[in-house]
């Protein structure tokens, strides 16, 4: 039961490089965000996917761009990397019950640590 | 001023203490109430959700909500050196145009040492 996969684990790059960051669940859930992790600033919402085909901006999404590609895969692209963007990104998935997707726990992958020089 | 406000710790206790940690909020909207336990390079999880003001308890950890004084707790009981990790607060509300907003406190590091 592997929960929420990501890959990769690290990554290092340099200002201006672009690339991926993958997000699979095999919960069933409909719905999948990512986040970053950064010291002193807590969790920051990126981007979310309330359901397959619908995606919407969180709270940081500047730098970013998202992917749905079915239900179960949700990724993370960057265009052209910034120091800025160095953290922890975290995925995480969630079945709505009854109050909206954002009252369900939330169940996370263990995050990619990303390092832009 | 953040929505959430969380001391970082680190808080470090003898094993078997009493462990309180806590968080402040500035925002009425917020009615759900979580903590999530985060180890070292793993994501967090889920360990207490409550709705309204009172307690809830689960085994040694009980959470507990004061909606007049926009603060909540969670207390450990009998620490064990297993409870080493990251708790993060989160709390949510929903929008009056729809949909909800999840806020995380930063975190407090706690170590239990035996």
């Known amino acids: 039961n592997a929960g929420v996969t990501q890959t990769p684990k690290f990554q290092v790059l340099k200002t201006g490089q672009s690339m991926t960051l993958q997000c699979a669940q095999d919960m069933n859930h409909n719905s999948m965000y990512w986040y970053r992790q950064d010291p002193g600033m807590g969790l920051r919402l990126i981007y979310y996917s309330a359901s397959e085909g619908t995606t919407d901006k969180g709270e940081v999404p500047n730098g970013y761009n998202v992917s749905r590609l079915n239900k179960r895969e949700f990724s993370l692209r960057l265009e052209s990397a910034a120091p800025s963007q160095t953290s922890v990104y975290f995925c995480?998935?969630?079945?709505?019950?009854?109050?909206?997707?954002?009252?369900?726990?939330?169940?996370f992958g263990n995050g990619t640590r990303l390092t832009v020089t | 001023q953040k929505e959430v406000e969380q001391d970082p710790g680190p808080l470090s206790v003898p094993e078997g203490a009493i462990v309180s940690l806590n968080c402040t909020y500035s925002?009425?909207?917020?009615?759900?109430f979580m903590w999530y336990r985060q180890y070292s390079r793993k994501g967090p999880e889920l360990l207490m959700y409550?709705?309204?003001?009172g307690n809830k308890e689960d085994g040694r950890f009980t959470a507990q909500v004061d909606k007049s004084s926009k603060y909540i707790s969670l207390f450990i009981r009998d620490s064990q050196p297993s409870d080493s990790a990251t708790y993060l607060c989160?709390?949510?509300?929903?929008?009056?145009?729809?949909?909800?907003?999840?806020?995380f406190g930063t975190g407090t590091q706690l170590k239990v040492e035996l």
């Open positions: 989160a709390m949510s509300a929903i929008l009056t145009g729809g949909g909800n907003k999840l806020t």
């Open positions: 409550t709705y309204s003001s």
């Open positions: 995480a998935s969630s079945e709505p019950k009854g109050m909206g997707s954002y009252n369900s726990p939330l169940h």
């Open positions: 925002n009425s909207a917020f009615q759900y």
